[in-house]
């Protein structure tokens, strides 16, 4: 096949023997324009969106991706290029929105510095992602996405969903906060990569939230540790859980306690409920599930922890401190699991 000779950009036609494409497409002339590509007799069409605009929803387009969330209350906010955002984005009450990454990615900022999350869910708002793109933030924040980060509120739910993309923070991918009474957080994800840089002291997926509720069915969580569960109640049906470091555990009542696990049960200082339900997935790591006490939680909030492995494939080491009796028939765990474990 013949190497394209010519473009049209509107009514503008122009070879490529003597332009360069990329030098064309930036003209001022041709932004917004449709986009001709001819090969011999073949043309594509593209649409190129004017570098003006970072999102669009329902045909009315805003320059930047935060007066897009400020102007719209229900809907889908879809990304025209590639945005860096200088401030924490939040999603609070009253917001149902959905972010359509259209090809396109959103990034910190490498002079922004936070102790906290990119972009969050708060006071009752509720996120949806889906698309091909990501969130990238960074080494100077904590995490990339995931709900609750402020004190107060007003006891409603916070829902996070994620149906695909590409997510890494330096601590946390994705995690969650929340108290007995206020905060409360939703998170699902039914597909997307989580990814925690710092591979030595992280969490893929960290999740602190008190009676907070966990749904995962696909994705692939990369840490430290993958998922560290410290309260709330967690159902995994799928998804592929890898703990790249070697494995530690620390008696931690800020933040995550666990390196080296594919999923960690460990019971927070708030010594709220945990229930833990696997039906599916793959977990790896010096330990592919572990459980512990590290804070020498009393007897009556250990009661509090319910674990149930009835399926998955578990291809490292399995370990609990405090229950037996939690995995099934056809759950597949290594030949020298502790027979206690086994119901």
Do not use: W
């Not at 906290?116 to 990238?136: A, H, K, N, R, W």
């Not at 990339?144 to 601590?171: D, F, H, P, R, W």
């Not at 555990?249 to 019971?267: K, M, R």
């Not at 039906?279 to 674990?307: H, M, R, W």
Request: net charge negative.
């Amino acid at each position: 096949m013949e190497k394209i000779k010519k473009i049209q950009i509107g009514e503008n036609i122009y070879s490529l023997t003597d332009n360069d494409l990329s030098e064309l497409l930036s003209l001022t002339e041709n932004k917004g324009k449709i986009l001709k590509v001819g090969d011999n007799n073949d043309l594509t069409v593209f649409v190129l969106e004017n570098d003006k605009y970072e999102a669009e929803v329902n045909g009315t387009k805003y320059e930047t991706l935060r007066a897009a969330v400020e102007a719209t209350e229900t809907g889908t906010i879809k990304l025209l290029k590639e945005i860096v955002l200088d401030a924490q984005l939040k999603i609070t009450d009253g917001k149902t929105l959905t972010i359509d990454f259209n090809g396109h990615s959103i990034r910190a900022d490498k002079k922004l510095a936070l102790n906290s999350l990119l972009i969050g869910v708060e006071f009752g708002g509720s996120l949806t992602f889906e698309g091909i793109g990501g969130v990238y933030a960074g080494t100077n924040t904590y995490g990339a996405i995931g709900t609750c980060m402020s004190v107060g509120g007003s006891g409603k739910t916070s829902q996070l969903i994620v149906n695909g993309g590409y997510y890494e923070g330096y601590y946390y991918a994705i995690s969650s906060e929340g108290t007995k009474t206020e905060n409360l957080s939703n998170i699902q994800i039914n597909g997307g990569t989580f990814k925690a840089l710092n591979c030595l002291d992280s969490i893929a997926f960290y999740n602190p939230a008190y009676n907070g509720t966990v749904t995962i069915t696909d994705g692939e969580f990369i840490g430290a540790t993958a998922c560290e569960i410290r309260a709330g109640n967690a159902t995994i049906s799928g998804g592929h859980f890898v703990g790249v470091a070697p494995f530690t555990i620390v008696a931690n009542s800020g933040g995550s306690a666990s390196t080296g696990c594919a999923l960690a049960v460990i019971q927070h200082s708030s010594k709220q409920s945990i229930s833990v339900n696997v039906t599916g997935g793959l977990f790896e790591g010096a330990y592919s599930f572990y459980e512990a006490n590290p804070l020498k939680n009393s007897q009556t909030d250990i009661d509090k922890v319910k674990i149930t492995l009835t399926g998955g494939a578990f291809k490292n080491p399995i370990y609990s401190e405090d229950k037996t009796k939690f995995i099934g028939a056809k759950c597949l765990v290594p030949t020298d699991t502790n027979e206690t474990y086994k119901a």
